[in-house]
């Protein structure tokens, strides 16, 4: 037997004395209450009597429990935040333990109170003696419910007895002298709660032998509700002394077969526990090149890999500062390439950990409320900017009344240059993380080509809203609706920033102007249909030349644009001399005025690498890997004498066909193949390697050597 579990068992006894000593306290009690002037209770009085008490005193003790746990649970939350900010890892209560020691105090409670009243406020069935009764019965009760417990944490106590120390760690490397420690830490958070216990009990049994009526009452609730917060403190501290570090001693050395069977559990334990752990971890992993991942990223590298390989090593990546909904100020030390800012604290002595916040700068002081914890850092919601970057924000330029609300853009405070360099930082830093290329073959990034036009390009908008709320009557909705009269809690537009809650929006300043004339039609229709849905939907609105007219690639005098809503939908745009039809639901690029610049862009910086028309070594073939409905395999095509695009839509690869025909290229020229673009070699395997050139726009893979790179181009879009 070792030291631990010697130690264990004599936690057992303990528990048991206390137990025992809360039960003759009990015991004595009630015979004492007896003896006061009624030898004997008429059998089916007591009965009736007790069966009727147990049933209030358990209503009340749910009313009870669900009270003090708020209470326990702030009390828990400040104790774990003082603890964190002294550098703790936090405090570990026992839940359990915790729950047990709150359980006591509604008992003494409900006792108080049906003493009190001694009337049966609850009930209009009178019950012989009734009032007397429940007085004599209500102890009979509290030790049927301190006993149940009771045993409960004996049982607890002796069965997972390791459960009482903090970690896998601490508990194999156990000293004498730190047990010793822990042993105090344990009788004062856990048998002292016994014993408190039962003297809380004392003023109760006092009130009903002297019958001292209201104040009595008065004193035992406020005393019971002190004395519990009292408990669950010293729990919660008393957990925090556990100091156990350094090697163990075992002084009995066990048989080897014994010794066998304890690695084996604790073989098992460990493969348990890091299981538990990988799993916890994999649902914190974020997908590859998933915008979490992205952000993910950039937090490593603001934190420095061997900062948090060593939080992993600790185990403490997931043990956030911050508390859920903390109001804090913090500096901004980086941008990320979502657009958000990554923030810090600027105490000297704070965990390394990153704060993202959206719509703030680097450099800039901001105030913002923690709403997610994650591993090595947290989520905030924007709350306010404490000191701007003066330099780069210029709050002037927003152009949004809904700018730090909806969750849509990040940069109007910025220059249209400083967006465009942020943006460039993005595609090198995508570069640098995902490429998987040495640096040296990293192509210089350009600077990025602005839009146009910096708001009224996007030609595609998904405004959402949600569906009547249960508790709506449909048919008075149905009657309201009709009328035009839109109902309060009808929100149609985007979503808050970091939240899945619409808000109401009248206008996107970065939609065309086509979509924002059609939006109050649109949004009119919900209205009025709003009480024939059952779930929440998700508008399209997509600018496109008018499809009733024919095509013509060459006539622009009968373009009309209109916004269509149908998915289904044949969309219309002409690019430079070129025309593309696409399904409304599928992909197109959504910024119609930049994609002459994009396209040329692309076919002249090919030709660029071969500036001698007559070099023999000018490549002939080009391929179009994740193609969608052709835009560059077309636009690019008059360089080249075969050009295939390859797409794994089939829909994608109808409608790219189609727009081959629709620019007058013959169909010996240009090919549109089905295929996953990672097995290009065997889509294109018929075109010659050095007499092709391939180009890729979707950001998902990585050019082989075999073909030619183009110059990758970063394009403000
Ligand atoms: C971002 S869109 C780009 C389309 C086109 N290059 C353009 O700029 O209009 C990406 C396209 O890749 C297609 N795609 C996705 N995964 C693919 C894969 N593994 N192989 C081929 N195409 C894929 C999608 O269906 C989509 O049409």
């Known amino acids: 037997m070792n030291t631990f579990i010697r130690s264990c068992r004599t936690q057992l006894v303990a528990d048991t004395v206390a137990i025992t000593f809360l039960l003759v306290v009990q015991i004595v009690l009630v015979y004492l209450l007896w003896m006061k002037d009624h030898f004997f209770i008429p059998p089916e009085l007591l009965i009736a009597g007790f069966i009727e008490t147990v049933l209030v005193t358990l209503f009340l003790q749910v009313v009870a429990v669900v009270q003090l746990l708020l209470v326990t649970w702030g009390i828990f939350g400040f104790c774990t935040h003082q603890a964190k900010s002294k550098g703790d890892k936090g405090c570990r209560v026992d839940v359990k333990d915790l729950f047990f020691g709150v359980l006591y105090i509604p008992f003494c409670l409900s006792g108080a109170f049906l003493t009190a009243t001694a009337s049966r406020p609850w009930s209009t069935r009178p019950l012989e003696g009734g009032a007397e009764i429940f007085v004599r019965t209500v102890p009979l009760t509290l030790v049927v419910f301190t006993v149940i417990p009771g045993v409960y944490v004996v049982y607890h106590g002796s069965q997972s007895p390791l459960l009482r120390y903090p970690t896998r760690t601490t508990r194999s490397s156990v000293s004498p002298a730190a047990l010793g420690t822990a042993r105090i830490g344990i009788f004062v958070g856990h048998d002292?709660?016994?014993?408190?216990?039962?003297?809380?009990?004392?003023?109760?049994?006092?009130?009903?032998?002297?019958?001292?009526?209201?104040?009595?009452?008065?004193?035992?609730?406020?005393?019971?509700?002190?004395?519990?917060?009292?408990?669950?403190?010293?729990?919660?501290?008393?957990?925090?002394?556990?100091?156990?570090?350094?090697?163990?001693?075992?002084?009995?050395?066990?048989?080897?077969?014994?010794?066998?069977?304890?690695?084996?559990?604790?073989?098992?334990?460990?493969?348990?526990?890091?299981?538990?752990?990988?799993?916890?971890?994999?649902?914190?992993?974020?997908?590859?090149?998933?915008?979490?991942?992205?952000?993910?990223?950039?937090?490593?590298?603001?934190?420095?890999?061997?900062?948090?390989?060593?939080?992993?090593?600790?185990?403490?990546?997931?043990?956030?500062p911050f508390l859920f909904k903390s109001e804090v100020e913090l500096e901004v030390k980086a941008i990320s390439s979502n657009g958000e800012g990554l923030a810090q604290s600027d105490e000297e002595d704070s965990k390394p950990w990153v704060v993202v916040v959206p719509f703030c700068l680097p450099g800039e002081r901001v105030k913002c409320r923690v709403f997610k914890n994650d591993r090595m850092h947290s989520l905030a919601d924007f709350m306010q900017i404490i000191r701007p970057n003066s330099v780069l924000r210029d709050d002037e330029r927003v152009n949004c009344k809904y700018f730090s609300k909806c969750g849509g853009c990040q940069y109007q405070m910025l220059s249209y240059e400083t967006q465009l360099a942020f943006k460039r930082n993005v595609v090198v830093k995508a570069y640098k993380n995902y490429s998987g290329l040495p640096q040296s073959v990293i192509p210089e990034i350009q600077s990025t080509i602005g839009s146009p036009l910096q708001y009224g390009y996007r030609t595609k908008i998904t405004p959402h809203f949600q569906a009547p709320p249960p508790k709506v009557d449909r048919i008075a909705l149905q009657a309201q609706v009709e009328s035009g009269d839109k109902p309060d809690w009808l929100q149609i537009g985007f979503n808050i920033q970091s939240q899945n809650k619409v808000f109401d929006i009248e206008e996107c300043p970065i939609a065309t102007p086509v979509l924002n004339r059609a939006l109050p039609e649109i949004f009119q229709n919900v209205v009025k249909t709003i009480h024939t849905y059952k779930k929440g939907a998700t508008l399209l609105l997509r600018e496109s030349l008018d499809t009733s007219v024919d095509p013509d690639p060459n006539d622009t005098s009968k373009d009309t644009k209109l916004c269509i809503t149908n998915n289904h939908a044949s969309i219309r745009e002409r690019v430079g001399g070129f025309l593309f039809e696409y399904v409304a639901s599928s992909f197109f690029q959504n910024n119609n005025a930049i994609l002459p610049a994009l396209t040329s862009y692309v076919r002249e910086a090919i030709a660029s690498l071969y500036p001698d028309p007559n070099d023999s070594s000018r490549p002939t073939h080009l391929i179009d890997t994740y193609c969608g409905s052709g835009l560059f395999a077309i636009t690019l095509s008059p360089d080249f004498s075969t050009v295939a695009g390859i797409e794994i839509s089939a829909d994608s690869i109808l409608y790219a066909k189609r727009n081959a025909k629709l620019n007058g290229i013959a169909a010996e020229k240009m090919t549109f193949r089905k295929g996953d673009a990672a097995e290009i070699f065997k889509t294109v395997s018929d075109f010659p390697p050095e007499k092709t050139v391939m180009e890729e726009l979707s950001g998902a893979y990585r050019p082989p050597r075999k073909f030619n790179l183009v110059q990758q181009v970063a394009i403000g879009f």
């Open 192 to 320: 002292l709660k016994l014993v408190v216990t039962g003297l809380l009990l004392l003023p109760l049994y006092i009130l009903l032998i002297m019958d001292l009526g209201k104040l009595m009452t008065i004193i035992t609730f406020v005393l019971a509700t002190l004395t519990g917060a009292g408990i669950i403190i010293l729990l919660t501290y008393s957990k925090r002394t556990y100091p156990i570090r350094g090697p163990g001693k075992r002084p009995h050395a066990p048989s080897p077969l014994s010794q066998e069977e304890k690695q084996a559990k604790r073989a098992k334990a460990v493969a348990r526990a890091t299981a538990k752990r990988l799993k916890k971890q994999r649902g914190h992993i974020p997908e590859v090149c998933s915008p979490e991942d992205v952000r993910w990223t950039d937090i490593v590298s603001l934190l420095g890999q061997d900062v948090v390989d060593k939080a992993a090593e600790d185990g403490s990546e997931f043990n956030s």
